[in-house]
């Protein structure tokens, strides 16, 4: 078996496990290890931004999960898919670039995650983003960080002009820019794409930090737990490609493995809710109770209808358009293979005595239908889809090991609509999407709805149609909280693991309460902010 050593080694090289990577190897005086399950992101579809849906569905690239019967779903198990390569699920990922809002932060505040409030996290955002934008006189370029956020607005489809239309007249406020915006309002999204290329965590943080010789990179490499020295974790037993090893960590190991991994990882450790440790024979270090509980996600309803005018349909459901789209993306890297596929949105307030908004809209010009296995069919004729997604759900679900054995998946019950208040917010987000298509701008160019019709539902039938087809919007968090103890979190303010030593956990797992919008960024803001954090430490 070999052993190796190093100061710090990262599990996960995924959205957060690539920031830390870089910012950690940056000066030269530390060693640094970067562990990953999964393999190369060297792949055609990885790189085409409107490749988004073949990954989804890749089992070369994804860990596949499937949930356990979900209650608040009429007890279906839905599809939970995760990156499983290099840059994670930044690079499987729909790419919508959303920092949250300020008062998601505030909370993680007020949660006992201190100094993780909305004035310190926005200075983060602004040192780590580069903003390509259009303005009347062409394209500019604001900010110099890592994170390259463009506004594709240019290359989308004429048809997604109609969503805006409708917002305004829906009486929503239209607006440029949904990160720069501390209001409500509704866009053309920006996303994580570079000349047309995705731009993920990897190209961002990992890519430029790999010549570095302080820096490895294990790819295929499994982690199956942590070596603790009784309560101080002193490195981690992986397979790469089914031969052990043992890693030595001089100073820590950090958890990147994401919101489903990253507590599986701690539980099959010792640490976690004593009974569930014990119900599978190992051994409790710690009686972690809140390790893979809180379990917080987005699930959206979508509607589809059949369109009057031309929209991707006209060109992605078509043979002869498809391969003109593909050879115009391979000449110019431009046209609807270089825009994902969330093109307009925003967040909108369903009563005008709600401080914050609380539902989160996407518009995408294009109709497709849905296999039970998940493969996406573009309709022929031209069509589009409305979905809203409630931003702040109250319901929490958990992660659970399902055995001892690493290679078993964990068990996922999101529990999802388990308040009343969650309840209430599906049915104020389909009021939405009915207040949208009953615009003229959106009557104008709609031929007839798609089954099921959101016209003519009332709050019953929209609850119920909620429960029977609302999915992930693939955003688990929350499964190793921030806190202020050992009761209420996994985690201090400085993202160490309570009561252990030589042990953070930075990733989507460790954000107090979820995000109102997508979260990627926030994903990578928090982990700059934890290599800030460990460097400070060291
Ligand atoms: C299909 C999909 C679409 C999404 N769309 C958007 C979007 O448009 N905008 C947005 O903001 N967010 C989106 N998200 C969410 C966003 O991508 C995630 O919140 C974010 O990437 C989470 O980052 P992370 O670092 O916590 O985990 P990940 O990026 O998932 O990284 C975890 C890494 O750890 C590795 N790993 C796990 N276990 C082990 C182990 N035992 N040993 C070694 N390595 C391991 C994994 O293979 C993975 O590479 C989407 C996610 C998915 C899956």
């Known amino acids: ?18 920031v830390l990577a870089n910012r950690l190897s940056a000066s030269g005086k530390h060693t640094v290890l970067l562990l990953e399950s999964g393999g190369s992101d060297a792949r055609f579809w990885v790189k085409v931004p409107l490749g988004y849906a073949i990954n989804v569905q890749n089992p070369a690239v994804n860990w596949g999960y499937q949930t356990a019967a979900d209650p608040g779903l009429n007890g279906r198990s839905t599809s939970w898919p995760r990156g499983k390569l290099i840059g994670g699920s930044s690079s499987i990922n729909a790419m919508t670039y959303m920092r949250g809002l300020p008062v998601d932060f505030d909370d993680w505040e007020a949660a006992g995650a201190r100094g993780w409030g909305w004035d310190t996290v926005r200075a983060v955002y602004d040192t780590a983003e580069t903003h390509s934008e259009l303005q009347d006189f062409g394209r500019q370029t604001r900010g110099d960080g890592p994170i390259h956020v463009t506004d594709l607005s240019d290359q989308m489809s004429p048809f997604s002009r109609v969503f805006l239309d409708a917002a305004a007249e829906a009486g929503y406020p239209v607006i440029k820019d949904l990160n720069a915006s501390d209001t409500d309002g509704i866009s053309y999204y920006r996303s994580t794409v570079r000349n047309g290329f995705r731009w993920s965590s990897a190209d961002a943080f990992l890519r430029p930090a790999q010549r570095r010789t302080n820096l490895k990179v294990l790819r295929n490499a499994d982690v199956d737990r942590l070596i603790l020295d009784g309560a101080r974790v002193t490195g981690v037993a992986l397979q790469q490609r089914g031969a052990p090893q043992i ?17 599986k990882l701690l539980q099959l450790s010792g640490l976690g809710p004593a009974e569930v440790l014990r119900a599978h024979g190992i051994d409790v270090v710690r009686d972690l109770p809140r390790v893979g509980r809180g379990l917080q996600d987005h699930l959206a309803v979508s509607y589809q209808f059949k369109a009057k005018t031309p929209t991707l ?17 391979l000449a110019t890297r431009k046209g609807p293979l270089a825009v994902p596929v969330n093109q307009v949105g925003g967040f909108v307030r369903t009563a005008p005595n709600i401080t914050v908004p609380d539902i989160q809209l996407y518009f995408n010009p294009v109709s497709y239908g849905l296999s039970a296995s998940g493969d996406v069919t573009v309709d022929a004729t031209p069509g589009y889809q409305i979905s809203a997604q409630p931003c702040r759900p109250t319901s929490t679900g958990t992660i659970e090991i399902s055995s001892p054995h690493a290679q078993d998946a964990p068990i996922i019950q999101p529990n999802s609509l388990e308040t009343d208040d969650d309840k209430a917010g599906a049915i104020a ?30 709050d019953t039938s929209l609850l119920q149609d909620f429960q029977n087809r609302a999915s992930t919007v693939y955003h688990p968090t929350c499964t190793c909280r921030m806190g202020r103890t050992v009761q209420d979190s996994v985690l201090d303010e400085k993202l160490r693991v309570h009561g252990v030593s030589g042990l953070r956990v930075a990733d989507a797992s460790a ?10 960024a926030p994903t990578m803001m928090l982990a700059l902010r934890a290599a800030a954090l460990i460097l400070e430490d060291a």
């Open 313 to 329: 349909n006209n060109i992605l459901g078509r043979r002869l358009g498809r391969l003109r789209a593909g050879m115009q993306y």
């Open 511 to 520: 954000f107090p309460n979820i995000t109102s919008g997508n979260t990627n």
């Open 429 to 458: 987000a389909s009021k939405v999407l009915q207040r949208f298509a009953r615009t003229a701008s959106l009557r104008a160019v709609t031929s007839e709805a798609k089954a099921p019709d959101l016209m003519e539902m009332d």
């Open 1 to 18: 078996m070999k052993h190796l050593e190093f100061d710090y080694v990262i599990v996960g090289a995924g959205s957060a496990g690539c």
């Open 247 to 263: 890693v030595k960590a001089r100073k820590e190991v950090i958890l990147c493995a994401g919101a489903i991994n990253s507590p």
